[in-house]
């Protein structure tokens, strides 16, 4: 169990190391149970930067055939392609989709602005097929539908940190998902 009095800014721990794994490793079964006889690789797509400990964890519970790659969504910089308010940096080095199967893989899904402009994207590339894997789901926020096909754990409306969700880049690397103290936000 985490020692939260080395996290003051911590409220309290929503999900623990041990459901977190336990979590990633049903969701990697779903994964390999639903891509076990797939004609084509899979490609994973993390959405950085938050998807990098949850993607870490599941990729190396992965048993089929697959490779990873990165996209960013961000509100500035060059090379962006944008949907609504959301833009997209062109990060992916890989550049014939056509030859995957691809899995975005994402920390959180919360209005669904992001994830329908990143799904949207690549499903006009050509993808053989494109699903959506997330670690955490907060339906009371959402703005756009956006379908899910593997789901870790579904949360209530709650600033949440840790497992590389952040809060102004802190709190990333903590091992546990925790309520962030609205004071901290609030001051
Ligand atoms: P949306 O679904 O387009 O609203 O954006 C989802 C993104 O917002 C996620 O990828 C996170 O980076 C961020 N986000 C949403 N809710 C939280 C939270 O509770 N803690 C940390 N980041 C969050
Ligand atoms: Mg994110």
Redesign the pocket.
């Known amino acids: 169990m985490a020692d939260l009095h080395q996290f003051p800014d911590i409220s309290r721990v929503l999900i623990s190391e041990e459901q977190l794994q336990q979590t990633v490793q049903r969701i990697a079964q779903e994964i390999n149970d639903t891509y076990a006889d797939a004609k084509k690789p899979l490609l994973m797509v993390g959405?950085l930067k938050?998807s990098v400990v949850f993607m870490a964890d599941l990729m190396r519970y992965i048993t089929v055939p697959m490779s990873i790659d990165f996209m960013q969504a961000s509100s500035y910089g060059s090379n962006t392609v944008s949907c609504g308010n959301?833009n997209l940096r062109l990060d992916l080095k890989c550049t014939n989709l056509q030859a995957f199967n691809v899995l975005v893989v994402?920390?959180?899904?919360?209005?669904?602005?992001?994830?329908s402009c990143i799904l949207k994207y690549l499903k006009s590339k050509g993808a053989q097929s494109v699903r959506l894997c997330t670690l955490l789901n907060?339906p009371d926020?959402r703005k756009v539908d956006v379908p899910i096909d593997f789901e870790g754990i579904s949360i209530p409306d709650?600033?949440?940190?840790g497992y590389g969700?952040?809060?102004n880049e802190q709190y990333r690397q903590l091992p546990f998902i925790g309520i962030l103290d609205p004071r901290v936000y609030n001051s």
């Open positions: 959405i938050g959301v994402e920390d959180i899904l919360d209005s669904g602005n992001t994830l907060k926020r709650e600033f949440v940190v969700l952040d809060y």
